[in-house]
């Protein structure tokens, strides 16, 4: 691969579009719901299952472009440094093709496991959900593991509020 072609191919932004797995996968999961509702439960399982193996292959497919979109995103920012802020089209574009990548990987994800979930959820905005509640959760567990690792600091079950409170024991 020459230089001028790896160049062009971190240059040019991606087209959005929705990949041929996810409408398999849309495809047996709609043969899954009508079955379903005709009380074929065992069957409706069976129609399932490809839904599902196209799901996870949808969402390998989609992490797995998120590091090239960012290096290409990286590119853009460099293009917009580069011309004061006056040539943004590749910078925005990459972050429009980030975020799609991003949902899509969220929303196939989801879609292994509740199947009806993963068609409704590729038209919502579940990064920023996602994101807030990764943070939120990874700051209260960080915070509850430093309280843990501090010296002199436990928590204790207190059995006449029903709750757990911190218990300093001070050694002065």
């Not at 087209?15 to 065992?42: D, F, G």
């Not at 920012?77 to 006056?86: E, K, M, V």
Request: charged share 20%; aromatic share 12%.
């Amino acid at each position: 691969m020459s230089t001028a072609s790896i160049i062009s191919f971190f240059t040019t932004p991606e087209e959005i579009k929705t990949t041929r797995l996810y409408q398999n996968a849309k495809k047996y999961t709609l043969l899954s719901y009508e079955t379903q509702t005709s009380k074929k439960y065992l069957e409706s399982w069976k129609i399932s299952t490809p839904a599902k193996l196209n799901y996870l292959a949808d969402m390998v497919f989609h992490v797995c472009m998120i590091p090239i979109t960012l290096v290409k995103g990286f590119f853009g920012s460099i293009q917009a440094l580069y011309s004061w802020g006056d040539e943004t089209t590749l910078l925005q574009k990459n972050l429009q093709v980030l975020h799609f990548h991003a949902n899509t990987a969220i929303a196939d994800a989801i879609g292994i496991f509740v199947i009806k979930k993963g068609i409704s959820l590729r038209e919502n905005n579940n990064v920023r959900d996602f994101i807030l509640v990764a943070i939120l959760i990874s700051s209260v567990l960080l915070a509850v593991f430093a309280m843990k690792k501090a010296d002199n600091f436990k928590i204790i079950y207190d059995p006449t509020s029903n709750s757990f409170k911190p218990a300093i024991n001070w050694k002065l």
